[in-house]
């Protein structure tokens, strides 16, 4: 393989970026109108209109709201590269002048807040950024992009929809797929990888314990469904600590528990909602085993109705390839500089990119730094922890965030797709 002159990567490091003014009134525009998983209406046809602009073939619907651009440039490989959509259903406390103040109806039909408080506008500009570059620059590289703007990444649907709906059979199917993630912990200037396991798989589970109402001052009559939940929640603890192998990484949370209405009245059942992560296929068949177990155990001792268990959305662990992340990371290397690339551990999040390695393709999501260095540092002096992704308070410092984000997308992407 060629690597492109040295040169180029000087000027792709050096020169301020091209538009770069536009790009972050782009970012602040999704920042400002975040939509909801599988609900990213206008963000996927602004996405489509800019990918159009730069010259690519695009298709929409791909997955329900999902986009997908072809740009095509002669003879050479295909790389995809993907960004998610969605954002959060959370009431924006940033402060900043171009703060979301969007409210909507989710699936509950509830009214709830909505905020990119996962940086998915980040993802979003930098893609654009990319294929701006990559669309004026055709004679630097040889080949075909595939840029895919995925739908409900929050909700660990958006890429098995958009793999069901033909990704890799109407379009051309990549030789690599790469994509970027926020990190709320690392300086802007920087990019961070794992090599190998990077993100846990994760289940969504659903369990209804069953009870018999009544009045609440006449617990014989009854069977109470809130002091069961109780036990289970704490019960449901002791899979990961004494049953999973110590050495093979495990969560069961309860995110959610719902039951009764009013002081006096036990009621006939509580709800609960369950995720659970883990890194390798038998642990979470391990961990469904030992929810659906206890929760039934737990009725039976009780003479309770038998619960309901149900597992609902499930993604993958991310595997970053190893063999394709040593062929990358010289690339970011030599576009930001060997100390501002880092190696971080893996973490028990989740992310459905990982599905994107169907069919055998090399995968690599690498973190992008998004806090200023003097707010990291300051942060480590006095031991505070900054706002975590997912946080209201959360806000990436968003020009020098999408500036590394694009040089460091594109120079992996010109890099895969060497002129001949
Ligand atoms: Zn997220
Ligand atoms: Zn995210």
Redesign the pocket.
């Given at each position: 393989m060629r690597f492109p002159a040295l040169a180029l990567f000087v000027a792709i490091a050096a020169a301020p970026m091209a538009r770069a003014d536009e790009l972050l009134d782009l970012y602040k525009h999704l920042h400002s109108h975040p939509e909801l998983s599988f609900k990213e209406v206008k963000t996927s046809e602004r996405i489509a209109e800019e990918l159009r602009k730069a010259g690519a073939e695009v298709t929409t619907c791909v997955g329900k709201t999902g986009v997908v651009g072809v740009l095509k440039n002669g003879q050479g490989p295909t790389v995809l590269v993907r960004t998610?959509l969605d954002a959060l259903p959370i009431v924006e406390q940033t402060g900043l002048a171009f703060a979301s103040t969007v409210t909507t109806t989710d699936d509950e039909g509830k009214s709830v807040g909505v905020m990119h408080a996962?940086?998915?506008d980040i993802h979003m500009t930098c893609f654009v950024g990319t294929a701006r570059w990559l669309a004026t620059h055709r004679d630097r590289w040889s080949g075909t992009v595939v840029f895919v703007g995925q739908p409900a990444?929050?909700k660990i649907g958006g890429a098995k929809a958009m793999l069901a709906d033909g990704l890799y059979t109407r379009f051309p199917k990549p030789d690599f797929a790469l994509a970027i993630?926020v990190a709320h912990d690392l300086e802007t200037g920087k990019v961070a990888y794992t090599r190998g396991p990077a993100m846990a798989s994760s289940t969504s589970m659903d369990i209804v314990v069953r009870g018999r109402g009544g009045h609440g001052a006449m617990p014989q009559n009854t069977v109470d469904p809130i002091v069961l939940a109780a036990a289970l929640v704490l019960d449901l603890q002791t899979i990961v600590s004494r049953e999973v192998n110590p050495l093979h990484p495990a969560v069961v949370t309860v995110g959610s528990i719902h039951g009764g209405s009013k002081h006096n009245i036990i009621p006939n059942d509580v709800r609960l909602q369950l995720t659970i992560r883990s890194y390798r296929p038998d642990v979470r068949a391990q961990l469904i085993e030992g929810i659906e177990r206890k929760s039934k155990a737990l009725a039976d001792a009780h003479k309770a109705p038998a619960p309901q268990v149900l597992i609902n959305d499930d993604t993958p662990a991310t595997i970053n390839t190893p063999t394709f992340v040593d062929r990358v990371v010289p690339s970011l290397k030599r576009a930001l500089g060997d100390t501002n690339i880092e190696v971080v551990e893996p973490t028990m999040g989740a992310e459905d990119f990982g599905l994107f390695s169907t069919g055998g393709v090399p995968i690599f999501m690498f973190r992008l730094g998004t806090i200023p260095p003097a707010r990291v540092a300051e942060a480590t002096t006095k031991g505070e922890t900054l706002p975590s992704?997912h946080s209201a308070l959360y806000h990436p410092d968003a020009a020098p965030s999408i500036e590394t984000g694009v040089k460091a997308m594109t120079a992996a992407v010109i890099d895969l797709l060497p002129v001949k």
């Open positions: 998610d996962c940086g998915h990444e929050e993630h992704l």
